[in-house]
């Protein structure tokens, strides 16, 4: 058993909206929780603080996480996002960067199938989070490069994926 699951919970697993409230909240991250099976919260990552919801879908066994890096674009960049979604969408395993339709707003996006019972294990929920954060990370710099450095999508990929060699 890992420290968190020794310190925060008791169960192994628990229904999906609460399992995420006791994540966030043993992390020290601001939660809502709202009576129509929604988590909110917010973590700081490595660009940007980034807004975190977690929908249940009960009927479906479906807890869709959604991870929304705070980009907003224009009409005018609308066009060369789209094509850079499509690259970076290429390049992951689970989940999808997408674009919010109202309000233009870019997110991250992964449904999870929960089985059984419909519960959520801890190291579930954890790496649910854990992906969400690390691909909004992983990809800040090349949606920057499009939206305020007017790069092209390929040349903006390219140059978020170069990894430094050492420490500074």
Same mark, same amino acid.
């Given at each position: 058993?890992?420290?968190?699951?020794?310190?925060?919970?008791?169960?192994?697993?628990?229904?999906?909206?609460?399992?995420?409230?006791?994540?966030?909240?043993?992390?020290?991250?601001?939660?809502?929780?709202?009576?129509?099976?929604?988590?909110?919260?917010?973590?700081?990552?490595?660009?940007?603080?980034?807004?975190?919801?977690?929908?249940?879908?009960?009927?479906?066994?479906?807890?869709?996480?959604?991870?929304?890096?705070?980009?907003?674009?224009?009409?005018?960049?609308?066009?060369?996002?789209?094509?850079?979604?499509?690259?970076?969408?290429?390049?992951?395993?689970?989940?999808? %960067?997408?674009? !919010?339709?109202?309000? #233009?707003?870019?997110?991250?996006?992964?449904? =999870? &199938?929960?089985?059984?019972? @419909?519960?959520?294990?801890?190291?579930?929920?954890?790496?649910?989070?854990?992906?969400?954060?690390?691909?909004?990370?992983?990809?800040?710099?090349?949606?920057? %490069?499009?939206? !305020?450095?007017?790069? #092209?999508?390929?040349?903006?990929?390219?140059? =978020? &994926?170069?990894?430094?060699? @050492?420490?500074?």
């Amino acid at each position: 058993m890992n420290p968190l699951q020794e310190t925060y919970f008791e169960e192994e697993s628990a229904a999906p909206v609460e399992m995420l409230a006791a994540l966030f909240e043993a992390r020290g991250w601001p939660c809502e929780v709202t009576p129509h099976g929604e988590v909110t919260s917010e973590v700081q990552g490595s660009w940007s603080k980034y807004q975190l919801r977690g929908i249940w879908r009960p009927e479906d066994k479906v807890l869709q996480l959604m991870c929304f890096p705070g980009l907003h674009l224009s009409e005018t960049k609308r066009a060369t996002t789209y094509e850079l979604l499509s690259l970076i969408n290429e390049q992951i395993w689970l989940g999808h %960067f997408d674009i !919010w339709s109202s309000g #233009d707003v870019l997110l991250y996006r992964h449904g =999870a &199938m929960i089985g059984g019972e @419909g519960m959520l294990s801890l190291d579930h929920a954890q790496a649910v989070v854990e992906t969400a954060i690390d691909e909004c990370d992983r990809f800040y710099p090349a949606f920057q %490069f499009v939206l !305020w450095g007017d790069k #092209d999508p390929r040349d903006a990929l390219t140059s =978020a &994926m170069v990894d430094a060699a @050492g420490e500074a």
